[in-house]
Antibody
Framework: QVQLVESGGGVVQPGRSLRLSCAASGFTFSSYGMHWVRQAPGKGLEWVAVIWYDGSNKYYADSVKGRFTISRDNSKNTLYLQMNSLRAEDTAVYYC???????????????WGQGTLVTVSS | EIVLTQSPATLSLSPGERATLSCRASQSVSSYLAWYQQKPGQAPRLLIYDASNRATGIPARFSGSGSGTDFTLTISSLEPEDFAVYYCQQRSNWPRVAFGQGTRLEIK
């Protein structure tokens, strides 16, 4: 079955960097757009970034543009999120999510991984 | 920026009752709206996309309707496992997609 497993979260000081990974299995990873979505503790959902199935396009939320970089390695079935210049307001559970449709990007998130918690604190 | 406003913030109902959740967009999103369910400690799950299409494996008691600015998620007869938080999401002006603030469906 389709499975997404995030890793790399933890506690980091403001201004430092962290890289998240999302290992995918159970589907043809190279055929799907992939997203990162985050959820601050006790809050709602915020879309963070998308990467096209072939890596040709990447888009970011204004709140992370210039600080975060999304990437993928289709040979390893893995999605990444490089987070630099972290701020307290970046504290959240970070979910990776697959786009619902193959070889297109529709911004419908299905399914989601279980999430990894990033805490930015001194 | 398109803002999605969900109402009510909290809905208290009993199993077997009908639930009606609302999502209003600040400007038209056509039919580019989805609904997600999130249970405590779990990731969200896609229920409905394109306003009225059920995602794979979603029970028929879940239905979505609406277009333009006003949308509704209806659960025809609540099961115990349906009590959760529900989010709407629009993709009309991608990549600036947005979620509503959520409706908590709790057991009365």
């Amino acid at each position: 079955q389709v499975q997404l497993v995030e890793s790399g979260g933890g506690v980091v000081q403001p201004g430092r960097s962290l890289r998240l990974s999302c290992a995918a299995s159970g589907f043809t990873f190279s055929s799907y757009g992939m997203h990162w979505v985050r959820q601050a503790p006790g809050k709602g959902l915020e879309w963070v970034a998308v990467i096209w199935y072939d890596g040709s396009n990447k888009y970011y939320a204004d709140s992370v543009k210039g600080r975060f970089t999304i990437s993928r390695d289709n040979s390893k079935n893995t999605l990444y999120l490089q987070m630099n210049s972290l701020r307290a307001e970046d504290t959240a559970v970070y979910y990776c999510a697959r786009d619902r449709v193959a070889v297109a990007v529709y911004y419908w998130f299905d399914p989601w991984g279980q999430g990894t918690l990033v805490t930015v604190s001194s | 920026e398109i803002v999605l406003t969900q109402s009510p913030a909290t809905l208290s109902l009993s199993p077997g009752e009908r639930a009606t959740l609302s999502c209003r967009a600040s400007q038209s999103v056509s039919s580019y709206l989805a609904w997600y369910q999130q249970k405590p400690g779990q990731a969200p799950r896609l229920l409905i996309y394109d306003a009225s299409n059920r995602a794979t494996g979603i029970p028929a008691r879940f239905s979505g309707s609406g277009s333009g600015t006003d949308f509704t998620l209806t659960i025809s007869s609540l099961e115990p496992e349906d009590f959760a938080v529900y989010y709407c999401q629009q993709r009309s002006n991608w990549p600036r997609v947005a979620f509503g603030q959520g409706t908590r469906l709790e057991i009365k």
